[in-house]
Protein backbone atom coordinates (compact mmCIF):
# COMPACT_ATOMS: atom_id res chain seq x y z
CA UNK A 1 0.00 0.00 0.00
CA UNK A 2 0.75 3.57 0.09
CA UNK A 3 3.33 4.94 1.91
CA UNK A 4 2.94 7.84 4.31
CA UNK A 5 5.63 8.80 6.67
CA UNK A 6 6.11 12.05 10.07
CA UNK A 7 8.73 14.03 10.88
CA UNK A 8 10.03 13.53 13.84
CA UNK A 9 7.98 10.55 15.51
CA UNK A 10 8.54 12.01 19.05
CA UNK A 11 9.11 15.53 20.39
CA UNK A 12 9.59 17.30 23.66
CA UNK A 13 9.57 20.82 23.97
CA UNK A 14 9.46 23.71 26.43
CA UNK A 15 6.27 25.27 26.99
CA UNK A 16 5.81 28.36 24.87
CA UNK A 17 8.01 27.28 21.76
CA UNK A 18 6.22 26.05 18.11
CA UNK A 19 6.67 22.90 17.29
CA UNK A 20 6.37 21.95 13.60
CA UNK A 21 5.54 18.16 11.98
CA UNK A 22 5.99 17.20 8.62
CA UNK A 23 3.98 14.45 6.64
CA UNK A 24 4.97 13.60 3.43
CA UNK A 25 3.16 11.13 1.14
CA UNK A 26 6.57 9.08 -0.42
CA UNK A 27 4.78 7.13 -3.40
CA UNK A 28 1.91 8.94 -4.73
CA UNK A 29 0.19 12.40 -5.22
CA UNK A 30 -2.29 13.72 -2.18
CA UNK A 31 -4.23 16.34 -3.10
CA UNK A 32 -5.87 15.92 0.32
CA UNK A 33 -4.17 15.85 3.79
CA UNK A 34 -5.90 15.31 7.72
CA UNK A 35 -4.12 16.16 10.60
CA UNK A 36 -5.90 14.01 13.72
CA UNK A 37 -4.87 14.27 17.45
CA UNK A 38 -5.35 10.84 19.48
CA UNK A 39 -5.91 10.67 23.14
CA UNK A 40 -4.61 8.24 25.31
CA UNK A 41 -7.10 5.04 25.26
CA UNK A 42 -9.94 7.20 22.90
CA UNK A 43 -10.19 7.35 19.30
CA UNK A 44 -8.25 9.70 16.31
CA UNK A 45 -9.79 12.88 16.48
CA UNK A 46 -10.01 14.70 13.29
CA UNK A 47 -8.33 18.41 13.41
CA UNK A 48 -8.56 19.61 10.09
CA UNK A 49 -8.43 18.87 6.39
CA UNK A 50 -5.61 20.28 4.59
CA UNK A 51 -5.88 20.61 0.87
CA UNK A 52 -3.23 21.76 -1.68
CA UNK A 53 -2.59 25.22 -2.52
CA UNK A 54 -5.38 26.48 -0.31
CA UNK A 55 -6.47 27.10 3.28
CA UNK A 56 -7.06 24.35 5.64
CA UNK A 57 -10.29 23.51 6.98
CA UNK A 58 -10.53 22.96 10.63
CA UNK A 59 -13.02 20.89 12.80
CA UNK A 60 -15.05 22.82 15.09
CA UNK A 61 -13.86 23.28 18.50
CA UNK A 62 -9.92 23.62 16.93
CA UNK A 63 -7.85 26.82 16.79
CA UNK A 64 -6.81 27.56 13.63
CA UNK A 65 -4.35 30.40 15.19
CA UNK A 66 -3.05 27.58 16.96
CA UNK A 67 -2.37 24.69 14.69
CA UNK A 68 -1.20 26.16 11.40
CA UNK A 69 -1.17 23.85 8.29
CA UNK A 70 0.44 24.44 5.07
CA UNK A 71 0.10 22.29 2.77
CA UNK A 72 2.61 23.61 0.24
CA UNK A 73 2.86 20.67 -2.23
CA UNK A 74 1.64 17.50 -3.39
CA UNK A 75 3.22 15.25 -0.96
CA UNK A 76 3.83 17.51 2.10
CA UNK A 77 1.69 18.98 4.69
CA UNK A 78 3.15 20.36 7.66
CA UNK A 79 1.05 21.06 11.02
CA UNK A 80 2.85 24.09 13.22
CA UNK A 81 1.46 23.81 17.18
CA UNK A 82 2.45 27.72 18.00
CA UNK A 83 3.15 28.63 21.63
CA UNK A 84 2.47 24.97 22.56
CA UNK A 85 1.39 24.83 26.16
CA UNK A 86 1.26 21.14 28.37
CA UNK A 87 -2.03 20.55 27.77
CA UNK A 88 -1.09 20.19 23.71
CA UNK A 89 0.74 17.04 24.52
CA UNK A 90 -0.82 14.43 22.54
CA UNK A 91 -0.26 11.87 19.40
CA UNK A 92 -0.32 13.72 16.21
CA UNK A 93 -1.40 11.49 13.44
CA UNK A 94 -1.29 12.96 9.55
CA UNK A 95 -3.08 10.53 6.73
CA UNK A 96 -2.98 11.22 3.04
CA UNK A 97 -5.88 10.62 0.55
CA UNK A 98 -4.61 8.82 -2.37
CA UNK A 99 -7.12 9.38 -5.12
CA UNK A 100 -5.80 6.26 -6.94
CA UNK A 101 -7.56 3.81 -4.31
CA UNK A 102 -10.42 4.72 -3.94
CA UNK A 103 -10.70 7.42 -1.23
CA UNK A 104 -8.67 4.90 0.53
CA UNK A 105 -6.24 6.93 3.28
CA UNK A 106 -3.29 6.13 4.41
CA UNK A 107 -2.00 7.11 7.68
CA UNK A 108 1.56 8.24 9.00
CA UNK A 109 3.26 6.46 12.26
CA UNK A 110 2.34 9.50 14.30
CA UNK A 111 4.40 12.04 15.99
CA UNK A 112 3.96 12.18 19.84
CA UNK A 113 4.38 15.64 21.16
CA UNK A 114 5.29 16.58 25.32
CA UNK A 115 5.33 19.94 26.17
CA UNK A 116 6.95 21.15 29.49
CA UNK B 1 -24.69 13.60 12.39
CA UNK B 2 -23.25 10.85 11.40
CA UNK B 3 -21.39 8.26 14.07
CA UNK B 4 -19.67 5.42 14.32
CA UNK B 5 -19.87 3.24 17.51
CA UNK B 6 -17.57 0.26 18.31
CA UNK B 7 -19.37 -1.19 21.21
CA UNK B 8 -16.57 -4.02 22.95
CA UNK B 9 -13.64 -1.84 23.57
CA UNK B 10 -11.41 -4.57 25.21
CA UNK B 11 -11.56 -8.29 23.80
CA UNK B 12 -9.68 -11.11 25.52
CA UNK B 13 -9.68 -14.42 23.40
CA UNK B 14 -7.51 -17.72 23.86
CA UNK B 15 -5.80 -18.17 20.28
CA UNK B 16 -7.46 -20.21 18.00
CA UNK B 17 -10.58 -18.72 18.96
CA UNK B 18 -13.20 -17.04 16.57
CA UNK B 19 -13.30 -13.46 16.77
CA UNK B 20 -16.26 -10.95 15.88
CA UNK B 21 -16.30 -6.70 16.60
CA UNK B 22 -18.96 -5.03 16.21
CA UNK B 23 -19.09 -1.93 14.44
CA UNK B 24 -22.54 -0.01 13.77
CA UNK B 25 -22.79 3.52 12.12
CA UNK B 26 -25.64 6.27 11.99
CA UNK B 27 -26.21 7.73 8.41
CA UNK B 28 -28.62 7.37 6.05
CA UNK B 29 -27.18 7.60 2.70
CA UNK B 30 -24.48 5.98 0.50
CA UNK B 31 -21.43 4.44 2.82
CA UNK B 32 -17.95 3.87 2.52
CA UNK B 33 -16.85 1.61 5.58
CA UNK B 34 -13.50 1.09 6.74
CA UNK B 35 -11.46 -1.36 9.60
CA UNK B 36 -7.70 -0.16 10.41
CA UNK B 37 -5.65 -2.20 12.44
CA UNK B 38 -3.03 -0.40 15.41
CA UNK B 39 -0.66 -2.95 16.46
CA UNK B 40 1.56 -1.69 19.64
CA UNK B 41 3.82 0.67 18.89
CA UNK B 42 3.42 1.11 15.00
CA UNK B 43 0.56 3.02 13.20
CA UNK B 44 -2.62 2.53 11.54
CA UNK B 45 -2.76 -0.16 9.11
CA UNK B 46 -5.69 -0.41 6.75
CA UNK B 47 -7.15 -3.96 7.34
CA UNK B 48 -10.13 -3.89 4.49
CA UNK B 49 -12.43 -1.65 3.35
CA UNK B 50 -16.16 -1.70 1.45
CA UNK B 51 -17.43 0.83 -1.35
CA UNK B 52 -19.63 -1.28 -2.88
CA UNK B 53 -20.69 -4.55 -4.65
CA UNK B 54 -20.59 -7.51 -2.20
CA UNK B 55 -20.94 -7.27 0.93
CA UNK B 56 -18.57 -9.69 2.36
CA UNK B 57 -15.58 -8.18 2.29
CA UNK B 58 -12.20 -10.28 2.67
CA UNK B 59 -9.18 -8.29 4.22
CA UNK B 60 -5.54 -8.85 5.07
CA UNK B 61 -4.35 -11.50 7.53
CA UNK B 62 -7.31 -13.72 7.26
CA UNK B 63 -9.60 -10.99 8.69
CA UNK B 64 -13.32 -10.54 6.69
CA UNK B 65 -16.20 -7.92 7.01
CA UNK B 66 -19.80 -8.08 6.29
CA UNK B 67 -21.51 -4.66 5.29
CA UNK B 68 -25.64 -5.19 6.60
CA UNK B 69 -27.16 -2.02 5.46
CA UNK B 70 -30.04 -2.94 7.13
CA UNK B 71 -28.73 -2.67 10.12
CA UNK B 72 -26.18 -0.08 9.65
CA UNK B 73 -23.54 -2.55 10.80
CA UNK B 74 -20.16 -3.27 9.70
CA UNK B 75 -18.65 -6.39 11.63
CA UNK B 76 -15.02 -7.57 11.55
CA UNK B 77 -14.39 -11.40 11.53
CA UNK B 78 -11.58 -13.89 11.73
CA UNK B 79 -12.40 -17.57 12.37
CA UNK B 80 -9.18 -18.36 13.90
CA UNK B 81 -7.24 -15.64 15.80
CA UNK B 82 -3.35 -15.56 16.50
CA UNK B 83 -1.17 -13.76 19.42
CA UNK B 84 0.03 -11.69 17.02
CA UNK B 85 -3.48 -10.12 16.25
CA UNK B 86 -2.92 -8.88 19.66
CA UNK B 87 -3.88 -4.85 18.53
CA UNK B 88 -6.17 -1.98 18.60
CA UNK B 89 -8.93 -2.36 15.55
CA UNK B 90 -10.71 1.04 14.49
CA UNK B 91 -13.99 0.81 12.76
CA UNK B 92 -14.54 4.09 10.21
CA UNK B 93 -17.21 5.56 7.91
CA UNK B 94 -16.28 7.84 4.53
CA UNK B 95 -19.84 8.89 3.83
CA UNK B 96 -21.78 10.76 1.38
CA UNK B 97 -19.64 13.30 -0.90
CA UNK B 98 -17.30 14.20 2.10
CA UNK B 99 -13.56 13.08 2.43
CA UNK B 100 -13.65 13.33 5.92
CA UNK B 101 -13.44 9.95 7.69
CA UNK B 102 -15.26 9.31 11.08
CA UNK B 103 -13.62 6.58 13.73
CA UNK B 104 -15.37 4.64 15.94
CA UNK B 105 -13.34 4.37 19.81
CA UNK B 106 -11.71 1.22 18.62
CA UNK B 107 -11.73 -2.28 20.26
CA UNK B 108 -8.72 -3.35 21.86
CA UNK B 109 -8.03 -6.85 21.56
CA UNK B 110 -5.68 -9.21 23.60
CA UNK B 111 -5.11 -12.39 22.63
CA UNK B 112 -3.52 -14.68 24.95
CA UNK B 113 -1.32 -18.02 23.66
Known amino acids: GAVVSQHPSRVICKSGTSVKIECRSL??????MFWYRQFPKQSLMLMAT?????????EQGVEKDKFLINHASLTLSTLTVTSAHPEDSSFYIC????????????FGPGTRLLVL | AQSVSQHNHHVILSEAASLELGCNYS??????LFWYVQYPGQHLQLLLK??????LVKGIKGFEAEFIKSKFSFNLRKPSVQWSDTAEYFC???????????FGTGTKLQVIP
Open chain 1, 50 to 58: SNEGSKATY
Open chain 1, 27 to 32: DFQATT
Open chain 2, 92 to 102: ALLFGGYQKVT
Open chain 2, 50 to 55: YFSGDP
Open chain 2, 27 to 32: YGGTVN
Open chain 1, 95 to 106: SARDPGTEETQY
